[in-house]
């Protein structure tokens, strides 16, 4: 079965302070995680995916296979950052044709001026 | 204009009755799902559908029902046998490259 443990509901950093949220992961498979952000009275969109290795809005993730986790990592913190986050994980074998998405429960961050 | 448009965006529903958020989404996207919002609960996968006429139940399926005659088309239909409706429902789909895009998502009540 799949399954993503976010373990804080509610994180609070100050502006500038670096962030990590934290993301677990259990799946006997070959995962394919991914972070989603949900920023007040919008939609939830994509922020980043292991497989892509990028950073987007300065925010980084990196899949710790050993540890089965996948925090995301901001050095410096914005305002603009305040929003609810989500880790999720898909089957990524079979080339993809397994398209069950598992949603972790979500942290909320804020950023204080 | 692309998108997945969810309706209706608000729904009020009398004990016993059934009803039937649409979904409707003109990406090409073969797969298609249907999420519950609760607070502090994340998103709960109900059922998706990866192509046309075959879907799969999710992790809290019962009480809900779903059909996919259509690729463009994933409605849900939340039935009298669903315990605790009252939530905040999200559908999403999915093509090429598996980004998954969210609809603006439906409010149902219990009255």
């Known amino acids: 079965a799949q399954r993503v443990t976010q373990p804080e509901k509610l994180l609070s950093v100050f502006k500038g302070a670096p962030v990590e949220l934290k993301c677990n992961y259990s799946y006997s498979g070959s995962p394919e995680l991914f972070w989603y952000v949900q920023y007040s009275r919008q939609r939830l969109q994509l922020l980043l995916r292991h497989i892509s290795r990028e950073s987007i809005k300065g925010f980084t993730a990196d899949l710790n296979k050993g540890e089965t986790s996948f925090h995301l990592k901001k050095p410096f913190a914005q305002e603009e950052d305040s929003a609810m986050y989500y880790c999720a994980l898909r089957d990524g074998s079979s080339g993809g044709s397994n398209y069950k998405l598992t949603f972790g429960k979500g942290t909320l961050l804020t950023v204080n001026p | 204009d692309g998108g997945i448009t969810q309706s209706p965006k608000y729904l009020f529903r009398k004990e016993g009755q059934n009803v039937t958020l649409s979904c409707e989404q003109n990406?090409?996207?073969?797969?298609m799902y249907w999420y519950r919002q609760d607070p502090g609960q994340g998103l709960r996968l109900i059922y998706y559908?990866?192509?046309?006429?075959?879907?799969q139940k999710g992790d809290i399926a019962e009480g809900y029902s779903v059909s996919r005659e259509k690729k463009e088309s994933f409605p849900l239909t939340v039935t009298s046998a669903q315990k605790n409706p009252t939530a905040f429902y999200l559908c999403?789909?999915?093509?090429?490259?598996?980004?998954?895009?969210f609809g603006e998502g439906s409010w149902l009540t219990v009255v």
């Open positions: 999403a789909s999915t093509g090429i490259g598996n980004t998954i895009y």
């Open positions: 559908s990866q192509i046309v006429n075959d879907f």
């Open positions: 990406l090409n996207h073969d797969a």
